[in-house]
């Protein structure tokens, strides 16, 4: 994932917000694919990589870069909605700088070059947002472009892995005739028939 090529994170940010706008206060407490973690706590989990890679494509390097993503549960607070709008908005509007693409900056504590940065950006919005989409009963669209960098980049991961399995847990394994999403979610380590109810 060294190729500079750039694309658009925007449509992928948006499609999460309106994810976000759909979640009710009562499913803030229910499951989600991400073990351990609540809706509320994938909430805030999106609004800190967002921000995190925001700063990431700023080049703005401290402690929204340094800290590794599971130090801590993440949550939200009472203005999640705007603030998780917000923060998708700015991580967008960030990684339209060709300079964002180019040298070295770093993202969860990990030196990084700028396009893999980008490259986990939309990998987080992507598998995220099915997470959000599964675990709330809304039906789930992402961007084909950010999809399909999402799915590379987790099948390399998962190629160069000793053992086989994936950056985030053991690869599900999905027909290879299986709709690329459906293959980029058992990527990640996830079952694609996940449902609150399983």
Known sequence: MTDPT???????ARIVARLAEGVTDEQLADPTP???LAVRNLLGHLTGLAVAFRDAARKDLGATTETPPNTAVPDIGPGWREELTKALEELADAWRDPAAWTGMTRAGGVDLPGAVAAAVAADELAIHGWDL????GQS???DPTVLQVSHDFLRAAAEEGDDGGGIFGPVVPVPA???LLDRA???SGRDPRWSPRR
């Open 34 to 36: 991400c073990p351990d």
């Open 185 to 187: 979610v058992g990527l």
């Open 6 to 12: 750039t694309f658009d994170l925007e449509p992928q």
């Open 140 to 142: 789930y669209a992402p």
């Open 133 to 136: 989409a599964r675990a709330t």
């Open 177 to 179: 005739d299986a709709p």
